[in-house]
């Protein structure tokens, strides 16, 4: 049977760094202990002026590509999981493909918050499986939230970052490789609770809603602790007993990468070592659907990664949305 298969990766940041020491400074406060002791952040990477979404896609899909071996023209599809997009519209996808002279690919965004990537990835890996005509598919994560940070806000100026990751994903007849399963679910009741909520229809941006600043991002309410580690042990459960594995079968973990608190409880609860899951936000924040594909690149340029190794990413974002996925490399 065919099956899709991740054959390439690449990531981008910017290069302007934020320590969080700066944000010590910029709130007159030490939040530096805290972003260390609870979420692993030590510093992040934000756009410069002149930088945007379509940039970081761009950067991202570039070092990919030459890790495929494949020329621009070879890309059949263009899949970007983003929500700071280019525009409202047109998608960013399409802006993507034109800056990187990819013109026989088709495009399209996908907007699950942060679990955008994994979602995109299994949209991807469906159209390998179901249409021969789709051969080599690139899957971009990206984030430009600093665009939409309120800079006298503590909760969400100091955690989120920019960036993008990118795979391309493409056919094998090794039914023992690559895609394996998948899961998607949302929790529609939390859909209100944070989220950049002006700029669309409920609310459309005019000046007396940039002068409230409602087309930044806001958290509405505060989420239970406990909600990413509840459903992360579960669907991670339920995904293994569909392929017959036990958790302890998987050898890479790659989770949203926000919080490690909420990763290390997690693998706890499956019984599996902390070091199996790796983690990259010590260094670039919290990039939201970028955050899996950088992690994903970072242990495969650092050698962590071989094939026949068995992969899950289990992503969550606003909405509340969540996915997750089996492949093996």
Known sequence: MRNAYIKSTGSFAPDRVLPNKYFNELLGEDVDTWLVENLNIHERHWCNENESTSFLCVQAANRALVNAKLNPEEIDLIIVSTDTPEYISPSTASVVQYKLGAKNAGT???????????????????????????????????????????????????LFADGAGAVVVSPTNNSQRGFLASKLYTEGQYHDWMGIYAGGTFQPTTKEVLEQKGQLLKFARKFPKEINPVMWTKMIREITQRLNLTPEKIDHYFFTQLNINSIHETLDNLGIEHERAHTIMDHYGYTGSACIPMALDDAEQKGKLKEGDVVAFIGSGGGLAFASAIFRL
């Open 108 to 158: 399209f965004d996908i907007n699950t918050a942060c679990s955008g990537f994994v979602t995109a990835l299994d949209v991807a890996s469906k159209y390998i499986r179901s249409d021969e005509s789709y051969n080599n598919i690139l899957v971009i994560g990206a984030y430009a939230m600093s665009k939409y940070l309120d800079m006298t806000d503590k909760k969400t100026v100091t």
